[in-house]
């Protein structure tokens, strides 16, 4: 009996690691927003670094989806999401001041695109659907550094928000630029990083549980002790991509 134990602990151990490095098919849906014309010419200069196509492939992103993106910046990621998403499915943007490019879509697409002017650690959608997913890119180090209204730490907070608006069964996506083993949460204001371990962590301290992480934006040759905006390493540092799951 204990054999037939350590050959199903090594089965399961097998297949982690297959779900770690295995890539992802790119879905029709995904291809095409990559690829659309709308893009402007200064996104797609950076999907090199970035590869959308494989990180909406590990999201599942489809269309017809409803997902809250956290601290979009310029919108990257909300073009190629909206796109993927198509006329039936909705991105809306959290972000305490939204910059112009990312409100210069929203209104072009105002059929699937909403921005929501937000304090920081909430989620003050209106919609009473739930939502399928909650995404968030090179955000959680500076999520660490903020406070919310009551004096909370803002990465909890938004942990908290995004398990409250995601239906059961829905995901909560994670990237971020990663950090010395041991390090935690201990440079996310000087180096601009974050250990993957303490993300994980803390999001499964929320009531989520990790379902895979990607390998997609790794950069072994970062050495994880330069400043993520340095010449040199910007672009290229080392990222982790973590999808966590709402219990259903």
Do not use: C
């Not at 199903?8 to 291809?31: D, E, F, R």
């Not at 959308?52 to 409803?66: I, N, R, S």
Request: glycine share 8%; hydrophobic share 40%; aromatic share 6%.
């Amino acid at each position: 009996m204990r054999g037939r134990h350590v050959l199903i602990g090594a089965a399961a151990l097998a297949l982690a690691t297959v779900g770690l490095s295995a890539a992802t098919p790119i879905p029709a849906n995904i291809a095409a927003a990559v690829a659309s014309t709308e893009r402007p010419d200064f996104d797609k200069a950076r999907d090199a670094d970035r590869k959308p196509a494989e990180m909406l492939a590990f999201a599942g992103v489809k269309p017809g989806m409803k997902i809250v993106e956290l601290a979009p910046g310029q919108g990257y990621y909300t073009r190629i999401l909206s796109l993927a998403v198509g006329q039936l499915g909705k991105v809306t943007g959290i972000s305490g001041r939204p910059l112009n490019a990312v409100n210069e879509w929203a209104q072009t697409h105002s059929q699937v695109v909403t921005m929501d002017d937000a304090k920081p650690g909430t989620i003050p959608v209106q919609s009473i659907e739930k939502f399928d997913l909650v995404w968030t890119t090179m955000n959680y180090h500076d999520f660490k550094n903020g406070k919310t209204a009551d004096g909370g730490e803002a990465a909890a907070a938004y942990n908290a928000a995004a398990f409250e608006v995601l239906k059961p069964g829905g995901a909560y996506l994670v990237s971020d630029h990663d950090t010395a083993k041991g390090a935690g949460a201990t440079v996310t204001s000087t180096l601009h990083r974050i250990e993957a371990a303490t993300v994980i962590k803390e999001v499964e301290a929320a009531g989520f549980k990790l379902e895979a992480q990607s390998n997609i934006l790794r950069h072994p040759t970062d050495d994880h002790t330069v400043r993520v905006v340095e010449s040199g390493i910007r672009g290229k540092t080392d990222q982790f991509v973590l999808l966590f799951r709402k219990p259903k």
